[in-house]
């Protein structure tokens, strides 16, 4: 069996340009239902703050839709090389979802922690619960759709999915709606308009990480 990455060193503290010795700080983890807008506004926190967050890529078995890049949204991989990996306890939380399968392996975490960046994961709520469960320091974001009507019509647009794919998505929204209802998150953004739903979450993000919220920050 390879090695796996020692759960300590996601968790251990890093020097930040030589002079400083410096927590790392929370890993910070988005979910929510399947269309309810978390790749629209992580794309956004991405571009505001490039040098600020690190996406850890999931693998996942479902297949790459027409405008996600491999390596870069996710890897992309087969469900027997997936068995394998979770075999090897390669990841730190892995779910099935809409028949497919889900993972973040600790490299894929550790690597952004390694470029110095603030590490998020964008994972199913099964996920959430196992992350839940290590010892890593994180923070838990849900966004929600404004309304499961919503939610079906943004889903439909997309266009990405066939009617059996959507239908799958509506249900496990309902209970992923349910257990974020009962408080299973530090914070929910009600991803109505994008524009002030984004801003919501950018400030959430930098309360929790004790910046300022205009412009991109140094470490
Ligand atoms: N506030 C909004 N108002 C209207 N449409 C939106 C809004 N936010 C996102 N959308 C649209 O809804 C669709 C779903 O958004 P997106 O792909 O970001 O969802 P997601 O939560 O990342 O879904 P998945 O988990 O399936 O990847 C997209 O077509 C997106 O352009």
């Not at 647009?157 to 009617?163: F, L, Q, W, Y």
Request: charged share 25%; aromatic share 6%; net charge neutral.
């Amino acid at each position: 069996m390879p090695p796996t990455i020692p759960l300590f060193r996601l968790l251990s503290p890093r020097a930040v340009r030589g002079v400083h010795t410096v927590s790392t700080p929370p890993v910070i983890v988005i979910s929510g239902p399947s269309g309810a807008g978390k790749s629209t506004l992580l794309k956004r926190l991405f571009t505001a703050h490039p040098n600020t967050f690190g996406f850890s890529v999931s693998h996942t078995t479902r297949p790459p839709r027409p405008t996600e890049r491999p390596g870069i949204d996710y890897h992309f991989t087969t469900a027997p090389h997936f068995h394998t990996l979770k075999s090897q306890n390669a990841f730190i939380e892995h779910a099935t979802f809409a028949a497919h399968s889900y993972g973040t392996s600790r490299s894929a975490i550790q690597s952004v922690l390694d470029s110095g960046r603030v590490c998020v994961l964008d994972i199913e709520l099964e996920g959430v619960k196992q992350v839940k469960q290590t010892e890593i320091e994180a923070r838990f974001v849900f966004v929600a759709p404004p309304s499961l009507a919503e939610l079906e019509r943004r889903l439909r647009a997309r266009g990405t999915e066939g009617e059996e794919a959507v239908r799958r998505r509506l249900e496990s929204a309902g209970r992923e709606m349910e257990w974020a209802e009962k408080g299973g998150h530090d914070k929910v953004v009600v991803n109505d308009e994008v524009e002030r739903a984004y801003e919501e979450l950018e400030g959430w993000i930098m309360g929790v990480l004790g910046r300022g919220r205009i412009g991109e920050e140094k470490l």
